[in-house]
Structure formats: structure tokens, C-alpha cells
């Protein structure tokens, strides 16, 4: 999930935190988002159920369980350490793609009113369905992405007022 090796800290169904943890697992992709891990030699079967890349929200089934994970960065370990997590709430201008896709579904149109965590559009990538949601409020400005269209990474999918 992280090519620089930084540490997150994982809230796990809203009542378990783990601090300090890396990307450093030994995992070989199996097929439709699952995946084999391996770590401190023990066996684990993990496939990805929902993944909100803009809230690093994600919702895995480890061996049969299902756990909901939020991520924090670095960076949002510190915003909430210095206690500005409510001011950092900033309007968003732009939606990205957050790796290459094929657009399944717009949820949205050009002038609609939506709220943080309402669902824009539907990216497939890998074979998994990925709903990207809208991190602030705001309104739809442009829709630049057609539904069946195939985009790259950082592409400009909406634009926001």
C-alpha cells in the first residue's frame, strides 16, 4: 500500500489500534483483489473488499474475517497530535484518479450538492471495484470521465466548487 517504507497507524473496527505499522509483508497476488501473506512465517488468505484510497478507509476479509481498517500517514498522525484534524478539513477542487482504470458508474452530475463520504464514481483497476467519495463537500463543477472510459493514474476525473 506504501512504496516509501513510511509507518501507519491502523484502527481496526473502530476499537483496536495498532501503532507502527509497515508495508513490510511478503504478498503474491492470487486473483480478483485476493491475495497471499506471509508474515513472521505465519500464512495468511486476504482479499479486499472495498478500498477508499481518499479516506485510506478499507474493508478486508483476513482467513474468513472480515475487519474494516483505517489508515493514518505520517502526516495525519501529526495533524491529529498537533490537534488541527478540524481544521485541516480544506475544500477540494479536483478528484484523481488514484491509479489506472476503467470508470464502471458516475454517481454524480455537473451542479450536484454532495457531502464528505458520498460515492462520485465506481474505478475498476486490478479486477477490483474501487467507489471513489468525495472527501469534502462541495459542488460538482465538470465531470471530465465518461462511464466505460479507461483512465490513467492523476487523471482528472471531476472537477469541485
Not at 490537534?83 to 484523481?96: F, P, Q, S, T, Y
Amino acid at each position: 500500500m506504501n512504496d516509501t517504507g513510511d509507518q501507519f497507524k491502523a484502527t481496526v473496527n473502530g476499537q483496536f489500534v495498532f501503532d507502527d505499522v509497515t508495508a513490510d509483508l511478503d504478498i503474491a497476488p492470487m486473483s480478483d483483489g485476493r491475495y497471499h501473506v506471509l508474515r513472521d512465517n505465519i500464512s495468511y488468505h486476504v482479499e479486499i473488499l472495498y478500498t477508499d484510497y481518499n479516506t485510506k478507509a478499507f474493508t478486508i476479509k483476513v482467513n474468513g474475517a472480515v475487519y474494516e481498517v483505517l489508515l493514518a500517514d505520517q502526516y495525519d498522525q501529526l495533524v491529529n497530535r498537533l490537534g488541527l484534524a478540524a481544521l485541516a478539513h480544506h475544500k477540494v477542487r479536483e478528484i484523481r484518479a488514484p491509479m489506472p482504470g476503467l470508470v464502471l458508474d458516475i454517481s454524480v452530475e455537473a451542479g450536484q450538492e454532495v457531502q464528505k463520504g458520498e460515492p462520485l464514481l465506481i474505478l475498476e483497476a486490478m479486477k477490483m471495484e474501487n467507489v471513489l467519495k468525495s472527501p469534502g463537500d462541495g459542488v460538482v463543477k465538470t465531470i471530465h470521465v465518461k462511464k466505460g472510459e479507461a483512465v490513467e493514474k492523476n487523471f482528472l476525473l471531476i472537477e469541485m466548487d
